[in-house]
């Protein structure tokens, strides 16, 4: 079971925090904590047991910058926030009724890199599809939970049979059709890269391609924060594909694009170059290496 802590400062922010534990509760295999649950000594073990960090931006802390954290709620959040970017927790940004988050200048150099986090706003009128949106952003990083062992031996057997005949069956067709003997592109399998965003924020990203109906298929994550790629090109080994995230900036929110393009370096490693467009600010292009997960 994964598990996410929601940090907030005051109760406006605990109020959205217990509403969006509920929404998570309710829908996914996830356990949550929220930040005043916790005593001092019990923070920075809470952040490194915790997959994901929520951390809620109200209305006052983003028109007052880092001075809205000077009070003790706002040290508790400053100190979670630090442990999670000292350990590379993957931080989501919820922003409430149409708060900006602040730039990294108005944030303090501690948590200065929480301004490249993935936002996500959270308004009274579209509750409920903001939080269909963040409960998407979370559940596409989650694993499926095994279910629990039952004992029916006799059904087990029959399946056991059944899944045989297929087994046996399905190897027929493929070597008659030899599709068994086609080898696969050399980007599928599943990746791990530690990438140098700029500003002192570096992930640790993960990319997972399959090949399904001749074409590439997978996901690909950005700030910690799974996507699915679309428009994927094989062009020979080389792989193209993009993936699309969002920025806020105050009021304003705008869709990014990220597009990549992997080239293989022997049989267990990718270059990567990636391009990013559509923000409020323009990016460098980045180049990195993945290699193959163990």
């Known amino acids: 079971m994964q598990q996410v802590l929601i940090a907030h ?3 406006e922010g605990r109020h959205a925090a217990d509403r969006i534990r509920g929404a998570l509760d309710a829908s996914l295999h996830v356990r949550c904590t929220n930040l005043d649950e916790l005593a001092d000594e019990q923070i920075e073990a809470a952040v490194r047991r915790a997959d994901r960090v929520l ?36 931080l989501l940004a919820i922003t409430l009724n149409d708060a900006g988050l602040p730039a990294d200048d108005a944030l303090g150099d501690a948590i200065a890199p929480l301004s490249s986090a993935p936002v996500f706003p959270l308004s009274a009128d579209d509750w409920a599809d903001d939080v269909a949106a963040l409960i998407d ?3 596409a990083a989650l694993p499926v939970p095994a ?13 056991a049979a059944a899944l045989v005949g297929i087994v046996v069956l399905l190897g027929g067709l493929l070597v008659a059709s030899r599709i068994w003997f086609v080898d696969a592109p050399p980007a599928v399998g599943q990746w791990v890269a530690e990438v140098d ?3 002192g924020v570096v992930r640790e990203e ?4 399959r090949q399904t109906a001749g074409e590439i298929a997978g996901s690909a994550s950005w700030q910690g924060a799974r996507r699915v790629i679309e428009d994927s090109v094989l062009d020979g080994e080389r792989l193209s ?8 900036l105050g009021s304003q929110r705008r869709e990014l694009r ?13 270059r990567f170059t990636l391009r990013t467009s559509g923000g409020f600010t323009e990016r460098d292009e980045l180049r990195f290496k993945a290699t193959r997960a163990q």
């Open 258 to 270: 990220h597009d990549y393009v992997a080239v293989p370096e022997g049989p267990d490693s990718l």
């Open 137 to 139: 952003e979370v559940s």
């Open 55 to 90: 951390v809620i931006v109200d209305r006052d802390w983003a028109d007052g910058g880092s001075r809205a954290l000077d009070d003790e709620p706002g040290r508790r959040l400053h100190s979670a926030v630090v442990v999670a970017l000292a350990q590379g927790r993957a």
């Open 206 to 209: 993960r990319f997972e391609f």
């Open 197 to 199: 965003y700029g500003r």
């Open 241 to 248: 594909f993009h993936i699309r995230t969002h920025e806020t």
């Open 9 to 11: 400062r005051n109760d």
């Open 147 to 159: 279910g629990p062992l039952r004992d029916q031996s006799s059904r087990q057997i029959l399946f």
